[in-house]
């Protein structure tokens, strides 16, 4: 066997043992850390629930609608045993995937509030999206809700982010959804 067969079988022998290696590695580091990152996911939601509906509010699973793209789960919020209401985990598709959020609606259709929980849009432009001040506009709002560039003072309005028409649509999106799911509920 000449000399250049020996060396790229030395060095494909070699790569592949690191790879092998780093393989097992990620493997292990994946088994040790699931099951952390899905309890952390999940107290993660159960937190957004209690700050969009309130910390005197207990949650009863409902289901959600069969087919919807858009509503993962949703929970009856119940104040003193009554029913007040519907909290919906929403996954609309934003310019840079999926945008989980809650979304508390309350007996009367109106938005209690929104939490993003995870997303992966633009630094400095669609993550703006997370802003306390930015999903404040949404409280209040009973829908239809439309985005528009500069607000004339109509109701339902929702102002884009500059830069991020795309995921301030997605969110939007995703409260209508919410929205219209809790009319459904009452």
Same mark, same amino acid.
């Given at each position: 066997?000449?000399?250049?067969?020996?060396? #790229?079988?030395?060095?494909? &022998?070699?790569?592949?043992?690191?790879?092998?290696?780093?393989? +097992?590695?990620? =493997?292990?580091? @994946? /088994?040790?850390?699931?099951?952390?990152?899905?309890?952390?996911?999940?107290?993660?939601?159960?937190?957004?629930?209690?700050a969009?509906?309130?910390?005197?509010a207990?949650?009863?699973? #409902?289901?959600?609608?069969? &087919?919807?793209?858009?509503?993962?789960?949703?929970?009856?919020? +119940?104040?003193? =045993?009554?029913? @007040? /209401?519907?909290?919906v985990?929403?996954?609309?598709?934003?310019?840079g995937?999926?945008?989980?959020?809650i979304?508390?609606?309350?007996?009367?259709?109106?938005?209690?509030?929104?939490?993003?929980?995870?997303?992966?849009?633009?630094?400095?432009?669609?993550?703006?999206?997370?802003?306390?001040?930015?999903l404040a506009?949404?409280?209040?709002?009973?829908?239809?809700?439309s985005?528009?560039?500069?607000?004339?003072g109509a109701?339902?309005?929702?102002?884009?982010?500059?830069?991020?028409?795309?995921?301030?649509?997605?969110?939007?999106?995703?409260?209508?959804?919410?929205?219209?799911y809790?009319?459904?509920?009452?």
């Open positions: 066997m000449s000399e250049l067969k020996q060396d #790229l079988l030395r060095l494909g &022998g070699t790569l592949l043992a690191i790879t092998v290696a780093v393989a +097992l590695c990620l =493997g292990v580091v @994946d /088994g040790l850390t699931r099951d952390k990152i899905a309890q952390r996911t999940q107290q993660d939601i159960e937190n957004a629930m209690r969009v509906c309130g910390e005197d207990s949650f009863q699973p #409902l289901e959600a609608p069969a &087919g919807d793209t858009i509503i993962t789960s949703a929970n009856q919020i +119940l104040r003193d =045993g009554m029913p @007040d /209401g519907v909290c985990q929403v996954a609309p598709s934003g310019y995937g999926e945008i989980t959020m979304v508390g609606v309350d007996g009367q259709g109106q938005v209690l509030g929104v939490q993003i929980v995870d997303m992966s849009e633009t630094a400095g432009l669609g993550s703006n999206a997370q802003n306390p001040e930015w506009q949404y409280e209040g709002a009973a829908g239809p809700l985005v528009v560039k500069t607000a004339t109701d339902g309005e929702i102002v884009a982010l500059s830069g991020a028409t795309i995921t301030s649509r997605a969110v939007t999106e995703g409260v209508q959804a919410a929205i219209d809790a009319a459904t509920q009452q």
